[in-house]
């Protein structure tokens, strides 16, 4: 899962295990490492940590045959992380999606027309509720 990223000098102890369990293609490992940093955080990494979750969380789902699991968790990731596009936190965000999409494009190829409709649906919701909470 090659990208670029590296942990700045004072990231906490479960972001550096995030990247560590990712690099080893442990992603639900990964997701679990940072649910409760992202829970207890409340500045501009909040949202951050979140889309990572979600990008970790598509890539299993995806590897278990979860096509709309797979195809679900990307749209979230896609819609929290784009807000910090190109760079944030030592992370190639770009790529990182990037890197994330092309995992799961088999999953998303098996989709529905109506499955399809409804990862639309979500990412206008998901929108609109960021804009409400600006």
């Not at 090659?2 to 479960?14: L, T």
């Not at 909040?46 to 749209?75: D, P, S, T």
């Amino acid at each position: 899962m090659p990208f670029i990223f590296y942990w700045p000098e004072n990231a906490a102890e479960q972001y550096c295990e995030f990247w560590q369990l990712w690099q080893d293609e442990n992603f639900f490992g990964a997701h679990e490492a940072l649910e409760d940093l992202w829970r207890v955080t409340d500045d501009e990494h909040k949202l951050f940590f979140n889309g990572l979750i979600h990008a970790a969380v598509a890539i299993h789902q995806h590897r278990r045959g979860n096509f709309i699991g797979a195809a679900r968790q990307n749209v979230r990731m896609q819609e929290k992380l784009k807000c910090y596009l190109p760079q944030f936190y030592g992370v190639q965000v770009d790529e990182l999606m990037r890197t994330v999409a092309n995992e799961i494009a088999p999953s998303v190829s098996q989709l529905t027309e109506k499955q399809h409709a409804q990862l639309a649906k979500l990412r206008e919701f998901l929108e609109k509720s960021r804009i409400s909470a600006t």
